[in-house]
């Protein structure tokens, strides 16, 4: 019988295929555990991760493993990185992971060969909207005596996004503390970052070039001095979304060893502690009347309307208060509130610069508003008063050095002619206002008109008191416009009681004329004498000159030179119901001097026509209706029976043949000078031609039948002429 083994030694040899198949297996298990904490998929595992894997995924580092960016070359195949990450994936097993998690990203893991060398990050570079960036001297170079690291710029997770550059890291840094009240000087200036644009820019009317504005030297906040908002502090309640234990913020105001220890010493992130800090132009203006009186009479609804994109912010027109310093600071339930007595600050003159808040006016924008010009570009001389300083407080007066400064020479002396020309309209207007009141008071209340009459005074002072009081110059040209329309209700409100309109002095000033007074003739723009509309020639000049309109009857108020009159606006105010004979003498000056025997002719005496002592214009034309015979011979039987109508039948046909047989004569003429052009009687016959011409032209331009008797006088004078010209030039 064989000899049997041992069972002790069967025993240690089982032993140790168990303890290898162990070691075996728990390589392996230690193989995949380690793969699997290099994997983003145990990343996604935990649920406070999903939002950063999900980023992580749509990102441009998508390709890009975690561990790749999160541990540094040089730590990567070390123990201690090996055992961090073991240790992730027992407190996953665990759960027992923080739920506020963190993850330093080195600069080194950036820059390593392959990714983003220091090569790819030399010279300058453009971002969004030709905004101009350099890697070099952020990251070689202290910023504000900090050093910043390649995650202080791009974050390590913005919603969703994921190692993308976050503008407001750079509006932090450029704009913290760079803004007062009335100057903006950002960190390294708005050129380093913005080139100025190239070309005109159109902002409402007004066309703007940058370019020439950047040569002036004119500072960029005279004009975009609100484009900041946030104040980019640190609060304190910010460190426990990070830290929950009260004795690491000890040092909480020690600011250099933050900036230290969070961003150089750690890589994190300025906005895991600042708030944000924004940037950009307010939307552009697009405003209805309604809508922005909605918006200035609800303080209480401020943040709303300045979301509408169809509203300016009100940041637009003011500037932040100056902090003062706390030199004996009140108690927390007795803090001030100026708004509580200061209401509605500087409410006229917002409304003034924005051309709105009138009476009978349409809305007429200032220029230098449309162009967003802030009110320290023009308010640049500070008070001189050393007492009001110190106890009321500095005020900045407008100079004309502010004008000068934006504007070339010829704009000298245009403020004060502004100033002037506004004092003198409000003189007029002011002293024909006291002088309806007067006539008012002392008409009997009991008139049936007497109430209307008193509120188009009401009106009329409203607008005085709000050219005042809001500074007519801060937008002159709708102060004239709200004084001109106080002007014309004052003569309807003495019209409506039954009593003569009074006049004011420099009438023509103040009803249309103040275009070329407040801007035109410093800028030595002359109107032209006349103008074509339609198919007619308009006397342009005489219109502001003798009739009295304004500029703004005819061109828009909003739109510098834009026509908005058309045909129906003549007829409105030459052809309106009661329109009296002056306004038809003042246009049809040829046809009322032919009619009234005024009119000079040479070699032939001036007879009135037989109507001219019994009637006017519109005894026979009715404005009202169009202007053909057979409206104008129903004006005849106003007066006349049926057979006047026949007779003035009559003059029509014997006029029409006169005078065509002149133009045949003339043009017979004419004939006979081209094809003798050199005979020595050519000169003197040509001047008899362009003489008659010039009588017959007269006849047809003035209507021949408006005066029958003159006309036929005429015709006879240019027959003959013509004919003294065919015997010349048939010798």
Request: hydrophobic share 35%; proline share 5%.
């Amino acid at each position: 019988m064989a000899e049997q083994p041992p069972i002790r030694c069967r025993g240690s040899r089982i032993l140790l295929i168990v303890v290898a198949t162990c070691v075996v297996v728990g390589i392996l298990a230690l193989g995949g555990l380690y793969r699997l904490s290099s994997s983003p998929a145990l990343c996604n595992s935990c649920h406070i991760m999903k939002p950063y894997v999900a980023a992580w995924r749509a990102s441009k580092h998508s390709h890009v493993t975690c561990i790749d960016c999160h541990y540094p070359p040089e730590l990567r195949g070390t123990i201690w990185v090996k055992y961090q990450a073991l240790a992730q994936v027992a407190k996953w097993a665990t759960q027992t992971y923080s739920s506020k998690p963190f993850a330093e990203v080195e600069d080194a893991s950036c820059l390593r060969s392959g990714c983003h060398t220091s090569r790819l990050l030399e010279g300058k570079v453009t971002f969004k909207r030709g905004i101009i960036f350099d890697h070099g001297p952020h990251l070689k170079e202290e910023r504000r005596g900090r050093q910043l690291r390649c995650t202080s710029c791009h974050s390590q997770i913005v919603v969703g996004t994921h190692i993308e550059v976050t503008t407001t890291t750079c509006y932090l840094c450029h704009f913290k503390g760079m803004k007062t009240s009335r100057e903006f000087h950002p960190l390294g200036g708005c050129t380093v970052c913005h080139t100025a644009p190239k070309g005109d820019i159109k902002l409402g009317t007004i066309a703007f070039n940058h370019e020439l504005m950047v040569k002036r030297n004119v500072g960029c906040e005279k004009c975009h001095l609100n484009v900041v908002e946030g104040s980019g502090q640190a609060p304190q309640e910010r460190c426990y979304t990070c830290h929950n234990q009260p004795e690491k913020l000890q040092r909480y105001g020690d600011t250099p060893f933050m900036h230290e220890f969070h961003v150089a010493g750690h890589h994190i992130e300025c906005t895991r502690c600042h708030s944000e800090i924004k940037h950009h132009l307010p939307p552009p203006i697009g405003l209805s009347v309604s809508g922005l009186l909605q918006w200035l009479s609800e303080p209480s609804s401020a943040e709303a309307a300045e979301s509408s994109a169809q509203l300016p912010p009100k940041r637009l027109f003011q500037s932040p208060a100056v902090k003062m310093p706390e030199v004996h600071p009140a108690p927390r339930d007795r803090e001030l509130d100026c708004k509580a007595c200061h209401q509605a600050t500087h409410q006229g003159v917002l409304e003034m610069y924005i051309g709105m808040g009138g009476k009978g006016t349409p809305m007429i924008p200032g220029h230098m508003f449309q162009v967003r010009v802030e009110c320290v570009a023009c308010h640049v001389e500070p008070g001189a008063d050393k007492a009001l300083k110190i106890f009321g407080g500095r005020t900045f007066r407008p100079s004309e050095r502010a004008c000068l400064g934006c504007h070339d020479k010829r704009y000298q002396g245009m403020l004060e002619r502004w100033r002037q020309t506004i004092t003198a309209m409000l003189t007029a207007v002011n002293a024909k206002l006291l002088s309806t009141e007067h006539a008012l008071q002392t008409t009997q209340r009991t008139h049936p008109q007497f109430a209307k009459a008193w509120k188009l005074v009401t009106d009329a002072r409203h607008n005085l008191e709000f050219v005042t009081n809001g500074k007519g110059v801060h937008n002159v040209f709708f102060a004239a416009d709200l004084l001109k329309v106080a002007d014309g209700y004052l003569d309807q409100s003495m019209a409506a009681v039954g009593q003569s309109p009074l006049s004011v002095i420099d009438e023509t000033l103040v009803r249309g004329g103040y275009c070329a007074v407040l801007c035109h003739n410093q800028l030595g723009v002359k109107a032209p004498e006349e103008v074509r509309f339609g198919a007619e020639m308009i006397p342009h000049v005489r219109h502001v000159t003798d009739f009295g309109v304004t500029c703004t009857a005819c061109h828009s108020a909003e739109r510098h030179k834009a026509v908005t009159a058309t045909k129906a606006t003549c007829l409105g105010c030459h052809h309106s119901a009661g329109n009296e004979n002056e306004r038809c003498i003042a246009c049809h000056m040829i046809q009322n001097a032919f009619f009234s025997g005024t009119i000079k002719v040479e070699a032939v005496e001036p007879i009135p026509s037989g109507h001219a002592e019994l009637t006017d214009c519109v005894g026979c034309h009715n404005v009202q209706r169009q202007h053909s015979r057979q409206a104008v011979a129903a004006q005849c039987l106003g007066c006349h029976d049926t057979t006047y109508l026949k007779k003035f039948a009559q003059w029509r046909k014997e006029m029409g043949q006169e005078l065509g047989e002149a133009m045949r004569l003339l043009r017979k003429g004419e004939s006979g000078l081209r094809h003798a052009p050199q005979d020595p009687k050519a000169s003197e016959a040509r001047l008899l031609l362009q003489a008659a011409k010039q009588d017959l032209d007269l006849v047809v331009k003035a209507g021949g039948v408006h005066n029958p008797g003159l006309a036929k006088a005429i015709l006879v004078k240019a027959k003959k002429t013509v004919e003294q010209a065919v015997r010349l030039l048939n010798r």
